[in-house]
């Protein structure tokens, strides 16, 4: 199950900016980033942007269709300002074919995984692999093993998270989006990490 409230889009079926090639810098100071979050149905992506977006949790959401768009803006300790815009995917196998579409563009992408759950640690890492194929090279890419505060219902181990992320260049935390844990560190994390244009 999701945490967003999302419904399709009234716009009868188009999404928009879903194309937004422009996802990039305004300028140095103020980025604008197209950021997609990945990973297996039921494992928090939306309990995850939905924590950061509203500080809210929602134990008894939908699950997303399709896709559901939120933005959010941080400020880093440098000043810069850094707006997320972000893309939830569904995470049903029927809407696997629809993913490319969000994260072709993308800056970023976090994929997610739940950490009571091997099979999604196998769909995360097979989301990795999409992702280098076919995404952006320069693409910050992070790893999130959700549900840290189902502890003792544990079953990929924050060392397999950790050596995955590294083998494959990417950042690796574990998050609970039900006690915000990490969650507001997740993206000021992915904020450090994005290329800055240079200053005209």
Not at 12 to 37: I, W, Y
Request: charged share 25%; proline share 4%; with cysteine.
């Amino acid at each position: 199950m999701g945490c967003s409230s999302s419904l399709p889009d009234r716009n009868s079926g188009r999404l928009s900016g879903l194309n937004s090639e422009n996802s990039g810098a305004t300028d140095a100071k103020n980025l604008r980033v197209k950021l997609v979050l990945l990973g297996d149905s039921g494992v928090g992506k939306s309990c995850i942007v939905l924590r950061f977006v509203r500080g809210q949790f929602d134990p008894t959401s939908k699950v997303t269709i399709g896709a559901s768009f939120l933005s959010q803006t941080i400020a880093l300790q440098d000043s810069t300002t850094v707006k997320f815009e972000i893309w939830d995917t569904a995470g049903q196998e029927r809407y696997a074919a629809l993913a490319p579409l969000y994260y072709r563009g993308a800056s970023v992408a976090v994929v997610v995984y739940d950490i009571t759950s091997p099979e999604s640690f196998q769909k995360a890492q097979y989301w990795v692999k999409e992702l280098q194929k076919h995404g952006s090279p320069d693409m910050v890419m992070a790893l999130v093993g959700n549900k840290a505060d189902l502890l003792e219902n544990r079953e990929v181990s924050d060392q397999d998270g950790m050596e995955y992320a590294e083998k494959n260049r990417m950042f690796f935390i574990e998050t609970s989006a039900k006690t915000a844990d990490n969650i507001n560190q997740l993206f000021e994390e992915i904020a450090k990490r994005l290329p800055r244009p240079a200053s005209s």
